[in-house]
């Protein structure tokens, strides 16, 4: 099926202007990356010993000035959301949050007494778990450490996950006072029926609730997350969840797939044992209609799962070339050096990949013993920059412009990657991508499988079911 009606031979673009093309969707969709790094968190290890992470953060440190971005993960939840794929804490006991701040306080003196205060941050996130879990209290005193360990640059984007079940007035406030400027709402679906089957109950007036109190307050950007694929969710039922969040007139959607993985995340067995979950056929036939509906609406495509209104700065920075992606997704601001903080949080710098302790146990152990509290990592290759640029470059530009790629990466990007270059042939005839002798380019029938186009650069990609979730 394609969307709209429109249709052509092999090698010929299927279709124009948002449209999707749901066969060659159904055909190509694989279990891929989502390329948030390169190489994928998968092949992160814990051969990452605590003397090569110290010479990571000096080396990055020595880099000089560069931009740093710092991400807190706040993990605790009061109920477990039965679709979840996060690292939470599901606890009632409030205390929890205190006790965390204190083990956080540590690692923020671990990290920041090793790098240059002169470095500026220019981003910071703080996701979950719920972060307003935390009472406004603990967040305004979250703030202070964080400025008292770094120097926040007067533009920080400063961005805040947001659960509108779990939010006060003074909540909102006490993040404005930090600096948050940035809300992400986690709506999901409006629908009472889907809200109840995957134990996420939600009225719509609280999240209009919460996006008035936002704007009151001034955040100057609101993200609302929803997910498809969930139990009792109908492509109709889904078209009406879309109005509902369009006419909170956000600046930015995310659209995820729900990510199956009951061998991961027992708390999803459930919905195998009702039978409730809907068909793959089903599924793409959500996306389609959320595409459709946010396309109709104004908002421009940026690529996998995220929509951005035409001058947000998503959609100005991908017209400009200046995209680039994250753990947190697209951002504009990537080019800096990433410090995570909290169990389970990931720090990106030129040359490595860290990751922390999954359980809070083993994070506040580490912690305790005055090291840093990292599980595993990775040390790039210089291959594995080159690839890293390619890929990137791709998911953010949908295209390769062979100069300027070569340029990127200093070596000459046709002869080097020939084969990956012809391996590109089926996606051609299918009107995925074109390719001249100056370039690759996405096509917009493409976009959705955007991520097919760049495993074909991956070498360290290994097909098999159980270690991705689906591309669409
Ligand atoms: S509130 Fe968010 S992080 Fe917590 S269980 Fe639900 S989806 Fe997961």
Redesign the pocket.
């Known amino acids: 099926m394609i969307l709209p009606s429109e249709s052509a031979g092999p090698g010929q673009p299927r279709a124009s202007g948002g449209a999707l093309d749901l066969d060659l969707i159904r055909k190509y969709s694989i279990p891929g990356p989502r390329y948030t790094s390169y190489p994928p968190a998968t092949q992160f290890n814990t051969e990452f010993d605590v003397l090569r992470l110290e010479e990571a953060i000096a080396d990055d440190n020595r880099e000089g000035s560069g931009p740093i971005s710092l991400y807190f993960h706040l993990p605790f ?1 009061e109920t ?2 039965w679709f ?1 794929g ?1 690292n ?1 804490v599901i606890t009632a006991r409030h205390e929890a949050s205190g006790e965390y701040l204190v083990d956080l306080e540590k690692e923020i003196a671990l990290i920041a007494g090793r790098l240059d205060r002169n470095r500026r941050v220019t981003q910071v996130h703080f996701g ?3 972060p307003t879990f935390l009472a406004p209290d603990e967040l305004r005193r979250l703030g202070e450490m964080i400025r008292s360990g770094f120097t926040l640059a007067p533009d920080c984007e400063y961005g805040v996950e947001v ?1 509108p079940r779990r939010l006060s007035r003074d909540h909102v406030k006490a993040l404005r006072e930090i600096g948050a400027n940035r809300g992400s709402l ?1 709506v999901q679906d409006t629908n009472g029926k889907v809200q109840l089957a995957v134990h ?1 109950w939600q009225p719509h007036e609280l999240n209009e609730r919460v996006v008035s109190w936002l704007r009151e307050e001034g955040f100057v950007s609101i993200n609302v997350d929803l997910i498809y694929g969930l139990p009792l969710q109908t492509a109709e039922g889904f078209a009406s969840t879309i109005d509902d969040v369009v006419a909170l007139a956000p600046d930015r959607f995310s659209v995820f797939s729900y990510a199956h993985v009951p061998w991961i995340k027992p708390a999803q067995k459930i919905f195998d044992d009702r039978g409730q979950l809907p068909t793959p056929e089903q599924k793409l036939d959500m996306f389609a209609v959320a595409h459709g509906k946010l396309t109709a609406a104004g908002y421009t495509d940026i690529g996998l799962d995220h929509f951005a209104r035409p001058n947000d700065e998503l959609a100005i920075a991908q017209r400009a070339g200046t995209l680039q992606r994250n753990f947190q997704g697209y951002s504009t601001r990537a080019d800096a050096s990433l410090y995570g903080f909290g169990m389970s949080s990931i720090s990106s710098t030129a040359d490595t990949y860290r990751q922390n302790h999954k359980t809070l146990p083993a994070w506040r152990d580490a912690l305790a013993k005055g090291q840093l509290p990292t599980e595993r990592g990775y040390r790039l290759t210089d291959e594995d920059k080159c690839r890293r640029t390619i890929i990137m470059r791709l998911m953010c530009d949908r295209k390769l412009e062979y100069a300027n790629i070569s340029r990127l990466i200093g070596r000459d990007f046709a002869s080097t990657y020939g084969r990956e270059i012809a391996s590109l042939d089926d996606l051609e005839a299918d009107g995925i991508v074109t390719r001249s002798p100056e370039k690759i380019e996405v096509t917009r029938i493409g976009v959705p499988l955007l991520r097919v186009v760049a495993m074909r650069f991956d070498s360290t990609y290994v097909a098999g079911p159980r270690r991705h979730a689906q591309t669409v």
């Open positions: 939840c477990r959301c979840c996060c939470t979950g778990g719920t659960d986690g996420r």
